[in-house]
């Protein structure tokens, strides 16, 4: 599922080459100025070789579909607002953005220093062109669709872009990290049907030089980037789906920046002297649902409460990921900076959990038997996609520990498409879920980050729960949440531009949700990320417990011991 919430032998030597490219053989606060950039010494950058697992064949900028689309972009194009490294908003080629008291206008101050790799200089026309070139588009990703709430725009000067909503809408700020297009070359033409590699011109911190199809794609530094000029003369990315290659070829220093599976990194030689490894959460999350509407067993908060005491979290989540998921408490990227809920769940408590169920009336006849009431047994079927081992280990753990207070709860593994997608529609058949939502915005099949926003609205208002057939609208609602406080502060968040304020808010949405248990959230994968320790950066060793490891790029170099 998804949401917003759309709510995601090795014969050769890695050659760095000119202009063949290069080969794998298989085997705080809204508004706040642009930091001034210093002047840097001059240090051999050398050529940073990246991993990506797929060619891109074609190129989208504002539709990241897999990893490597999303850093080639980064690393291509600029836009009016960037995230940094807990995913706040930051300025970008706007230099600060002042907010109007009804939150409807947004005027953004534009950086006078930006040229487009071709030369030309960059001007709020280019804004302007861009977004109502992406308005035109079929709004087919929650991106466009967000871009769509931008009902005017005007720029009264070269230097400046004044942005109407049709309402207070704080999340517009991330979806305005959507790259930047050059209109000089791009006027007059169908962006949905447009193939971005015969213009490749952006104004990032590299820029296009060559592309080998199902072998590389080699970028530039971009010597009059707004940043500052990047010290690393090149960047590769190099195509190795194989990720026993990659390993190799990473083990090797061929590849000096790969994101792996955790099964290759063994091969990698993790450990040693020379590697650096990390890993940063998925923009998704498990979770178990609960339906809360009126009849069902789980619209008794005493038994959702129950049921959760009885359940050990962080062990589910180290056994059924071999301790590589990271366990959660809320819907929040883990480490962001809406990231405010508890560390861990509360700690497991049998006894509570029965004395909540002999409250609710469901009763045992012996210690160890079902629970019943009215002749009723406690039973429920928790549906799992029977085509995820983790996540059917997981619900088979969490029956296993349900029995423990009384619960019979059959785990029932189902197909999406024919099963489960039913049960997320009227008159939504089901008690328990064990879910997972991917946060993509940019498109529906990927959890990007480039446009992160902790907005969690569409899976929890009131207003969102149970539409009318007649209104046309699919509910992502799917547990039947309704809770005035909840709704109350959501709103809040969603209208509140200060980042301090907003994090206010969404500390009470957060706390709504652990406190009224429509879902119980469970886990988040990680991506491992490899480093060579020899790729360093003037801020220090870059930081790849972030997806944003990239965002001070034009201040990495490749740290040669000098003879």
Request: hydrophobic share 45%; charged share 20%.
């Amino acid at each position: 599922m998804s949401s917003r919430h759309w709510y995601r032998g090795c014969a050769a030597l890695l050659c760095i080459l000119v202009i063949a490219g290069c080969s794998l053989d298989p085997i705080d606060r809204p508004g706040r100025p642009t930091a001034v950039v210093s002047p840097t010494p001059r240090i051999s950058g050398g050529t940073l070789t990246v991993r990506i697992a797929a060619d891109i064949t074609t190129l989208r900028p504002w539709q990241p579909r897999n990893r490597g689309e999303e850093q080639l972009i980064s690393l291509l194009y600029a836009s009016l607002i960037r995230l940094d490294e807990r995913l706040r908003p930051e300025a970008d080629l706007a230099t600060s953005w002042i907010v109007s008291g009804d939150g409807r206008t947004i005027t953004l101050a534009l950086r006078k220093d930006v040229v487009w790799h071709d030369g030309r200089a960059f001007s709020a026309d280019d804004v302007a062109y861009t977004i109502r070139a992406l308005q035109a588009l079929p709004a087919a990703t929650a991106l466009l669709q967000d871009i769509r709430r931008i009902t005017a725009i005007e720029s009264p000067d070269p230097n400046t872009i004044v942005l109407s909503l049709d309402e207070p809408y704080a999340p517009i700020l991330s979806a305005l990290a959507v790259p930047i297009l050059p209109m000089h070359l791009l006027s007059g033409i169908n962006l949905d049907t447009h193939d971005f590699w015969s213009t490749p011109v952006g104004c990032g911190p590299f820029r296009f030089e060559s592309r080998t199809p199902d072998v590389s794609i080699s970028l530039l530094s971009n010597a009059r980037y707004h940043r500052g000029a990047p010290l690393l003369e090149r960047v590769a990315l190099i195509v190795a789906p194989d990720p026993a290659v990659a390993a190799a070829a990473f083990r090797e220093q061929r590849l000096l920046v790969a994101e792996l599976p955790w099964s290759a990194l063994p091969d990698v030689g993790v450990g040693a002297a020379e590697v650096r490894q990390g890993a940063y959460p998925e923009n998704s999350y498990y979770f178990l649902a609960f339906n809360l509407r009126e009849s069902r067993l789980f619209a008794d908060l005493r038994v959702r409460q129950a049921l959760a005491r009885a359940i050990d979290v962080p062990t589910i989540v180290a056994t059924v990921t071999d301790r590589r998921g990271v366990v959660i408490t809320g819907g929040a990227a883990p480490r962001s900076w809406a990231d405010v809920s508890p560390v861990g769940p509360p700690a497991v408590d049998l006894e509570a959990a029965r004395q909540l169920l002999d409250a609710a009336g469901w009763l045992a006849p012996t210690p160890d038997a079902v629970r019943e009431r009215d002749g009723v047994p406690l039973g429920a079927r928790l549906f799992v996609r029977g085509d995820d081992p983790a996540r059917v280990r997981a619900a088979e753990l969490i029956a296993t520990a349900a029995r423990q207070v009384g619960f019979a709860i059959e785990v029932e593994r189902a197909d999406f498409a024919t099963t489960i997608r039913g049960l997320l529609v009227p008159p939504y058949d089901f008690d328990l879920l064990l879910g997972n939502w991917s946060n993509g915005m940019g498109d529906p099949a990927f959890s990007d980050y480039q446009y992160y926003d902790p907005d969690d609205y569409l899976l929890f208002h009131s207003s969102q729960a149970d539409p009318s057939p007649a209104s046309g609208l699919v509910s992502l609602n799917i547990a039947g949440f309704r809770d005035r406080e909840y709704d109350t502060f959501a709103t809040t968040a969603r209208r509140a531009y200060n980042t301090a304020e907003r994090i206010q808010a969404l500390a009470v949405t957060q706390r709504r949700i652990r406190e009224q248990l429509p879902y119980l959230y469970l886990w988040a994968d990680r991506i491992p990320v490899v480093l060579n320790r020899r790729v360093t950066s003037l801020d220090g060793p870059p930081v790849v417990q972030s997806p944003q490891y990239f965002r001070n790029v034009e201040r990495w170099y490749i740290d040669t011991p000098q003879p």
